[in-house]
């Protein structure tokens, strides 16, 4: 499946219009229990993800609210964030 959606993902206002589309396209049992998917990206994708569903936290539904995606980041730049938390702990070590 490719979905095309003419919205700046660089955008928060960009990113609820692209997880609105894809909202059509996760199983719900109702609108407020909805199935939670994982939804990977770069760290800057999964930030403007938390962002678009930080502005949507005030609407009825679970559906509205984008409460069907989990963002999760991607391993390659998980492990990088993990070694920029890290490393300099462990070499302030004396």
Do not use: W
Not at 81 to 94: C, D, E, N
């Amino acid at each position: 499946m490719l979905l095309t959606a003419d919205a700046n993902p660089s955008s928060t206002a960009g990113v609820i219009d692209i997880l609105c589309r894809l909202n059509d396209y996760i199983p719900n049992v109702s609108d407020d229990d909805v199935i939670t998917i994982p939804t990977h990206g770069d760290c800057g994708a999964v930030e403007r993800m938390l962002d678009a569903k930080r502005a949507r936290a005030a609407d009825l539904t679970a559906f509205l609210r984008l409460e069907g995606f989990e963002p999760v980041p991607q391993e390659f730049h998980h492990r990088g964030l993990m070694i920029q938390v890290t490393f300099p702990y462990y070499m302030s070590i004396q």
